[in-house]
């Protein structure tokens, strides 16, 4: 691509001699189960449903501001004037025009849960409480229905508040240009500073896309001692993992989906499985009009949403696990 950067350019296209070398036992095996059965809590519950083709946009949003491809931040907030609820659960609704609902639970040492209901679709969280809480409505517009659950013995939960919403989003990429629960971010977060000096030096969206993908693959490692230590529930950082340089596949997908969103590129972040070992796994799809970068075996395409999977590039992952893509297995969509 004509302008982009050496050292960019070279990781974008990566060694595809290097890409043969299997990738080190230690980041499959504590990327994630291989047993499609167990309960991925640290993600989202099993019992979530995959997302449909329908729910991927099909067509880019005309935007930028100031004349430039950058354009304005797009944030997400929990309203606590326009919430309704009860002292136990608050849902915020005034914001599922831009692709996402809002929710704030009282502290307490009980688990809670939200979900996103859409059709046949459900969507499970587990929530912070004391804390304002953004979810994407990936599934797109439609009906919906929000319920907060409490736990109250076992796997067992009871219903704490429940809502629903004729959701109309006026731009289908919303959802995955703003921040939410898994890509936690605000426009004073150091990911999101870093990453606008990135596009500021950049003379295209392709050419920021590939600033980052360099970044994070030659300065991000894989953390050993934390995927065997993760617990249930977790959430990543991106800051903390800009700063530490060191993550999980989870962190991986947050940092850049924060990192891209942040300046405009509608990021997916996705978790599925990868076969030849069905590793459970977390990497990231971006969309753009335009096209034209090698990423080992396929190709990034204009005018459709490309798979980048950053954990598996920065460990050479072999091409029996990235390849053409067919081995990749969605199971939700964020």
Not at 217 to 227: I, L, P, R, W
Request: aromatic fraction near 12%; include cysteine; charge should be negative.
């Amino acid at each position: 691509m004509p302008g982009m950067k050496n050292t960019a350019k070279e990781h974008f296209k990566i060694n595809i001699l290097a890409a043969l070398f299997a990738v080190t036992a230690f980041l499959l095996c504590s990327c994630g189960s291989s047993d499609k059965n167990a309960e991925p809590d640290q993600y989202v519950p099993k019992e979530t449903a995959a997302i449909t083709e329908d729910a991927v946009p099909k067509s880019m949003p005309a935007g930028g501001s100031g004349g430039s491809w950058m354009p304005e931040f797009r944030s997400s907030s929990f309203d606590s004037s326009a919430a309704e609820g009860n002292d136990e659960a608050m849902v915020d609704l005034s914001s599922v025009g831009e692709g996402y609902v809002a929710v704030h639970c009282a502290p307490t040492d009980t688990k809670i849960k939200f979900q996103v209901i859409k059709g046949d679709l459900t969507v499970t969280y587990t929530v912070v409480t004391g804390k304002d809480q953004v979810f994407p409505l990936q599934s797109g517009s439609g009906h919906y229905t929000f319920r907060v659950m409490k736990n109250i013995t076992d796997k067992k939960y009871a219903e704490l508040y429940k809502c629903e919403a004729d959701v109309t989003i006026a731009d289908e990429f919303d959802p995955f240009l703003r921040p939410n629960q898994y890509a936690d971010y605000t426009q004073d977060s150091e990911c999101v500073k870093f990453a606008g000096t990135l596009a500021g030096s950049a003379g295209s969206k392709q050419e920021f896309i590939a600033g980052v993908y360099d970044y994070i693959v030659s300065n991000v490692t894989y953390d050993q001692e934390k995927a065997a230590t993760v617990q249930a529930g977790y959430l990543p950082v991106p800051d903390d993992t800009l700063r530490t340089k060191k993550g999980i596949c989870f962190d991986y997908a947050s940092l850049a989906a924060s990192m891209l969103r942040s300046q405009g590129i509608p990021t997916q972040i996705i978790f599925g499985y990868v076969s030849p070992n069905d590793v459970y796994h977390a990497w990231n799809k971006f969309y753009t009009e335009e096209g034209g970068w090698q990423l080992v075996e396929f190709k990034v395409n204009g005018g459709d949403w490309n798979r980048i999977d950053l954990t598996f590039y920065a460990g050479n992952a072999g091409s029996d696990f990235i390849g053409d893509g067919s081995n990749y297995l969605e199971a939700y969509v964020f």
